[in-house]
C-alpha cells in the first residue's frame, strides 16, 4: 500500500518519467522482498538500519557493483523520506546509510573523424528503414540527446523556422537544442519518406517498420551496428554517442555551463567529466612546447 502510494507520488507530483518509476519500484521491492525472506519484516515502520546495512552487504557479497548499489540506497532512501513526511515512520533508518565509493570513470567516445565517417556512408538502399537509421546517428550525434528523448520526440517538438528541436527529458523537463540548417534540411525531408509511407498523422518523429513507436532495443542495435564498422570501444550504444557529443564540443572550447544546457544534466558536477579530453590535451601541448618539458623529455 505504501509503495503504490509513494509510486503514484513519483508520477503525478514528481512527475518522474516511467522508466525512473519502475527502477524506484524494482529497488524498494527488493529491500522488501530481502528484510522479508531474512528476518520476516515487511512492514516499513518495523525496519531499522542494522537490517539495511545487512541488506546492503548482501548486494556487495553477491557481486553488484558499486553505482547499482548506490542507486538502490538512494531510492530506498528516498521512500524513507516519503513515509517520514507522511507520518508512516517516526524515525527514518535509511539516515545513517552511506554510498559506496566508485570508482572515476571516464565516458567511452568515437573519434570526430570515426563519426564523420559513418555520416559519409551511402545509404544500403533507398528504403525508409535505411533513411530512419543514418538519420538517427546523425541527431543522436549533433544534439546529445538520450535515447528516450530520440524515442520521445514528436513532430510539434521540432520547429523548422528556427532549427531547432524542444526535447523533453528527466523529470519532463523541457530544453532547446539547436541544430544545422543542414540537419533540418534531413529531418525534413525524411518526413516525407515516412508521410509517403505510412501517412502525415504519426505523432512521433521516427517509426518502425511497421509504423509503431521506436523502442530502445532497436535504437541501440542501429547505433552499434553502426559503431561496430568504426571503432573497438567496448561501449557502442547511443550513450556513447551522448558522449562524443558533449567531449567534442569541450575538445573544441565550448563553456561547460552551455554543455551542460545542451545535454539537460541537473547540476554541472556531471558535466565535468567531459573535460578529461581537453586536459590531456593540454598536458600533450605543455609537455611537447614548454622548453623545461621539451629538455626533461629528452
Same mark, same amino acid.
Given at each position: 500500500?505504501?509503495?503504490?502510494?509513494?509510486?503514484? #507520488? =513519483?508520477?503525478?507530483?514528481?512527475?518522474?518519467?516511467?522508466?525512473?518509476? $519502475?527502477?524506484?519500484?524494482?529497488?524498494?521491492?527488493?529491500?522488501?522482498e #530481502?528484510?522479508?525472506?531474512? #528476518?520476516?519484516?515487511?512492514?516499513? @515502520?518495523?525496519?531499522?538500519h542494522e537490517h539495511?546495512?545487512?541488506?546492503?552487504?548482501?548486494?556487495?557479497?553477491? %557481486?553488484?557493483?558499486? *553505482?547499482?548499489?548506490?542507486?538502490?540506497?538512494?531510492?530506498?532512501?528516498?521512500?524513507?523520506?516519503?513515509?517520514?513526511? $507522511? %507520518?508512516?515512520?517516526?524515525?527514518?533508518?535509511?539516515? !545513517?546509510?552511506?554510498?559506496l565509493k566508485?570508482? /572515476?570513470?571516464?565516458?567511452?567516445?568515437?573519434?570526430?573523424?570515426?563519426?564523420?565517417?559513418?555520416?559519409?556512408?551511402?545509404?544500403?538502399?533507398?528504403?525508409?528503414?535505411?533513411?530512419?537509421?543514418?538519420?538517427?546517428?546523425?541527431?543522436?550525434?549533433?544534439? %546529445?540527446?538520450?535515447?528516450?528523448?530520440?524515442?520521445?520526440? !514528436?513532430?510539434?517538438?521540432?520547429?523548422?523556422? =528556427?532549427?531547432?528541436? /524542444?526535447?523533453?527529458?528527466?523529470?519532463?523537463?523541457?530544453?532547446?537544442?539547436?541544430?544545422?540548417?543542414?540537419?533540418?534540411?534531413?529531418?525534413? @525531408?525524411?518526413?516525407?519518406?515516412?508521410?509517403?509511407?505510412?501517412?502525415?498523422?504519426v %505523432?512521433?518523429?521516427?517509426?518502425?517498420?511497421?509504423?509503431?513507436?521506436?523502442?530502445?532495443? =532497436?535504437?541501440?542495435?542501429?547505433?552499434?551496428?553502426?559503431?561496430?564498422?568504426?571503432?573497438?570501444?567496448?561501449?557502442?550504444?547511443?550513450?556513447? =554517442?551522448?558522449?562524443?557529443?558533449?567531449?567534442?564540443?569541450?575538445?573544441?572550447?565550448?563553456?561547460?555551463?552551455?554543455?551542460?544546457e545542451?545535454?539537460?544534466h541537473?547540476?554541472?558536477?556531471?558535466?565535468?567529466?567531459?573535460?578529461?579530453?581537453?586536459?590531456?590535451?593540454? !598536458?600533450?601541448? #605543455?609537455?611537447?612546447?614548454?622548453?623545461?618539458?621539451?629538455?626533461?623529455? *629528452?
Amino acid at each position: 500500500m505504501h509503495l503504490e502510494s509513494f509510486l503514484k #507520488y =513519483l508520477r503525478f507530483e514528481k512527475r518522474c518519467s516511467p522508466n525512473t518509476v $519502475k527502477a524506484y519500484e524494482s529497488d524498494i521491492s527488493q529491500v522488501f522482498e #530481502y528484510t522479508s525472506s531474512t #528476518y520476516e519484516l515487511s512492514d516499513p @515502520a518495523l525496519i531499522g538500519h542494522e537490517h539495511l546495512r545487512s541488506w546492503i552487504v548482501d548486494l556487495v557479497t553477491s %557481486g553488484k557493483v558499486a *553505482r547499482t548499489i548506490n542507486r538502490k540506497i538512494s531510492s530506498i532512501k528516498t521512500f524513507y523520506k516519503y513515509l517520514k513526511r $507522511k %507520518g508512516v515512520v517516526a524515525t527514518n533508518p535509511t539516515g !545513517k546509510l552511506s554510498s559506496l565509493k566508485v570508482p /572515476k570513470r571516464l565516458p567511452n567516445y568515437v573519434q570526430e573523424s570515426q563519426v564523420l565517417h559513418i555520416l559519409a556512408q551511402d545509404r544500403l538502399d533507398e528504403s525508409y528503414e535505411s533513411y530512419r537509421d543514418i538519420l538517427i546517428i546523425e541527431l543522436l550525434y549533433a544534439t %546529445g540527446m538520450r535515447r528516450s528523448e530520440l524515442i520521445d520526440l !514528436k513532430d510539434n517538438q521540432i520547429d523548422n523556422s =528556427l532549427s531547432q528541436l /524542444k526535447v523533453v527529458g528527466k523529470g519532463n523537463k523541457t530544453r532547446i537544442i539547436p541544430i544545422t540548417r543542414t540537419l533540418m534540411d534531413k529531418m525534413e @525531408a525524411f518526413r516525407k519518406i515516412r508521410n509517403d509511407e505510412f501517412g502525415n498523422d504519426v %505523432g512521433y518523429f521516427f517509426l518502425t517498420r511497421s509504423g509503431t513507436k521506436l523502442y530502445p532495443k =532497436l535504437v541501440y542495435n542501429v547505433v552499434r551496428k553502426y559503431l561496430e564498422a568504426v571503432t573497438t570501444l567496448e561501449q557502442k550504444g547511443p550513450h556513447t =554517442l551522448r558522449h562524443s557529443f558533449a567531449t567534442h564540443l569541450s575538445n573544441h572550447g565550448a563553456d561547460l555551463n552551455a554543455i551542460k544546457e545542451l545535454l539537460g544534466h541537473a547540476n554541472l558536477g556531471a558535466t565535468q567529466i567531459y573535460t578529461h579530453n581537453t586536459i590531456e590535451k593540454l !598536458k600533450k601541448v #605543455y609537455s611537447e612546447s614548454h622548453p623545461k618539458a621539451k629538455k626533461n623529455n *629528452r
